[in-house]
């Protein structure tokens, strides 16, 4: 610990070939024990393979493990694999406190982070998925009304406006927290619209249930961190955390990272959406009884300028195709790509120095739980 930060440029990566390159050189270089997952089906732009890959530092057969993904929603992936590489560089060589290992799960939606999109191959929000597929999927009745004002058929400023109008007038009508909700929280009717969680497990999600059920079989005690980019001021960090309120498990996240950090969050100032199908549920499932305390962690870009930045990533993917602009095209996507994960130096140093004390915070604060 109280190693210099380093250099930002070398812990960011330009895509995704080049991210998991560099973390598993890192992390066989800390002598991790490495694992892959290769997709069976999906490629990367230029026709090679997409993993997630795996790196477990420390005993393996340790009673308290570090869990941090990066990649859930893809694109985001380069903020969550720069902590990971920057922790590996400064503290990936330093002994762990006794009894504790560490996990890393590199690019859990390989698809998606390749492909800069955030969501899978099947364009299923991978943190909508981890629901109960055998029963029936949470309702979400007003999402079918809003879905033709979130995705035009043509990006231009005079359909955005008059989806613009459209949103306005159901939060008039119904408040701007159930718009929220109608937006964020998950549906399980349109596949081609936002927060999407699909119709059964993604490869991903059997993907990471794997993992736990390899490399967490011996953990009692789970310290849990998910890697996000969107909500938030700037730069700074936004805690979701998703243990229940009273619980033990929240009472360690916050004395991990200060209950101002973590209670009572309003991620854009609104109640928070009552969020289906989380990469976190599907952990705590994974795990059983054994006790999880974590959060998801954002790094803030646009803040509630992040909706159309949303609905963004489902026009290129759906719309854009009816009526190709290769430049227009190109605008967008770079304006896709800039609005989760900005070129900025001031936002990427924010990310690897604010990146690394929660992950020093979390492992720190394991070890004495």
């Not at 493990?65 to 590489?85: F, K, M």
């Not at 081609?192 to 999600?205: A, I, M, T």
Request: charged content about 20%; hydrophobic content about 40%.
């Amino acid at each position: 610990m109280g190693q210099p930060l380093p250099d930002y440029w070398s812990c960011f990566s330009a895509d995704y070939a080049a991210a998991r390159a560099a973390f598993v050189a890192a992390a066989a270089a800390r002598g991790a024990a490495l694992s892959r997952h290769e997709h069976p089906t999906a490629k990367d732009p230029q026709g090679r393979p997409l993993t997630v890959d795996v790196a477990v530092l420390g005993r393996p057969g340790a009673a308290r493990t570090h869990l941090a993904i990066s990649g859930t929603h893809g694109l985001e992936g380069a903020a969550g694999s720069a902590v990971q590489l920057a922790w590996l560089q400064v503290d990936g060589g330093l002994p762990l406190p006794d009894d504790v290992n560490v996990v890393l799960v590199h690019a859990l939606n390989p698809y998606g982070y390749a492909n800069d999109t955030r969501t899978t191959e099947n364009n299923v929000d991978l943190n909508r998925n981890f629901i109960d597929h055998t029963q029936p999927a949470p309702a979400n009745p007003h999402y079918a009304t809003l879905h033709p004002h979130l995705i035009p058929r043509h990006w231009t400023e005079a359909e955005l406006e008059a989806g613009a109008q459209a949103l306005e007038r159901f939060r008039q009508e119904h408040g701007a927290d159930a718009l929220f909700n109608v937006t964020a929280s998950g549906q399980y009717t349109h596949p081609d619209g936002l927060v999407y969680g699909g119709r059964g497990p993604e490869w991903s999600n059997r993907t990471l249930r794997r993992i736990v059920d390899e490399h967490l079989g011996a953990s009692e005690r789970v310290a849990f961190i998910d890697w996000h980019t969107g909500i938030g001021e700037y730069g700074e960090p936004f805690f979701l955390c998703f243990n229940p309120d009273g619980s033990a498990e929240q009472a360690q996240a916050a004395a991990w990272w200060g209950a101002d950090r973590v209670l009572g969050q309003r991620p854009h100032g609104m109640a928070r959406p009552d969020y289906q199908g989380l990469v976190f549920r599907g952990v705590q499932q994974a795990l059983g009884d054994r006790p999880l305390a974590g959060a998801v962690v954002e790094f803030g870009t646009r803040g509630p300028q992040m909706r159309p930045a949303l609905r963004l990533d489902q026009w290129l993917r759906f719309q854009a195709c009816a009526a190709p602009d290769a430049a227009r095209d190109a605008q967008l996507r770079a304006d896709l790509i800039d609005a989760f994960v900005p070129v900025s130096s001031v936002w990427r140093r924010n990310v690897v120095a604010h990146g690394l004390q929660i992950t020093r915070q979390a492992i720190s604060g394991l070890a004495a739980w």
